[in-house]
């Protein structure tokens, strides 16, 4: 992992602010319907209900930004991992990307999942396979990632897939005075490959998890403080690199995180995994599906955390 990639791309201008949306846009982004809505505009809702998708997409979106103003966003249809309640994602323009920057969406209870997505949006790994395997990966994925998304007082309840996940390449991801609800068969936040510079500060985690709460998967420089979590006997925060999974390379590693000041409550009681740094190092059957390269998780299985502070963590019962 090379930390300068990551301080070069958290250092850039925020996105400007997008134009207020129309009263003509307002009635359509509340009209039920089965497609998801295109917001490229700045809604502020009184309450009421959404209940479409939306699609925060392209750099025609940057700015863009959804209040809820305390309303639910419910799908029609069961939200899925390629057809998330909230898609903030890129779009492949030409030889290059259109990502969105300076995104938010505050105040509102999402049901179902929120997916941020550079290279892999809508479930084409094709880009992000061939990226992978050359040696500038981290920084082609970061530069056409969404950038700057914010999620404030948002109640993510979870109906079986992951409710926040944040792909590859995106920074400068912010969840803050938030509640995760619900259920998932896996994690509540997951942060993947090359991503960076998350801030996850003063959330609560009441959710059924399948596994941890929070999965670091090669992520970088991200900041986990003030958080309140009820694990029920599940993990809480891990930090690995998963190996070779779809055969994409994993070039860096989950290194130089700040986990500090968070309470964890119901920890299993002979096995107490709350903040686990290097959970995994290899071991897993696929690890070596991206064999053949002299770099990343290619080269080397193991998970290669280095720099992370985890300080002034607690655990009550």
Known sequence: MSFGLILATLIQAEAPAARPCTPTELRALTTPSDQAYRLTCRAVLDGAPVRRRILIEGAEASGAGLDCGGGVIRPAGEATTRAPTVAI??????????????????????????????????????????????????????????SGVLLEQVRFE???????????????TTVVRSRFVGRSVSVAVYLDAESAGAEIRDNDFSIRTGREQIAIDGSGANRIVGNRFDLRGRGGIFLYRNCGEDGVIRHQTPSYNLITDNV?????????RTVV????????????????Y?????????DGAIGNRVERNRTRP
Request: glycine share 20%.
């Open 264 to 272: 964890f409550a119901g920890a299993g009681w002979l096995r107490p």
């Open 89 to 146: 994602w890129s779009r492949r323009d030409g030889d290059g990307w259109s990502r969105p920057s300076g995104v938010h969406v505050r105040n509102c209870t999402v049901v179902g999942n929120v997916r941020i997505w550079g290279m892999g949006a809508g479930g084409s790994m094709r880009d992000l396979l061939a990226s992978s395997r050359t040696a500038g990966h981290t920084a082609a994925a970061q530069a056409a990632a969404p």
């Open 277 to 292: 740094v290097g959970a995994r190092e290899g071991g897993r059957s696929y690890c070596g599906d991206d064999a053949g």
């Open 294 to 302: 002299p770099f990343g998780s290619s080269a080397e299985d193991g």
């Open 158 to 172: 979870g109906a079986g897939t992951i409710p926040l996940y944040v792909g590859p390449g995106v920074t400068r």
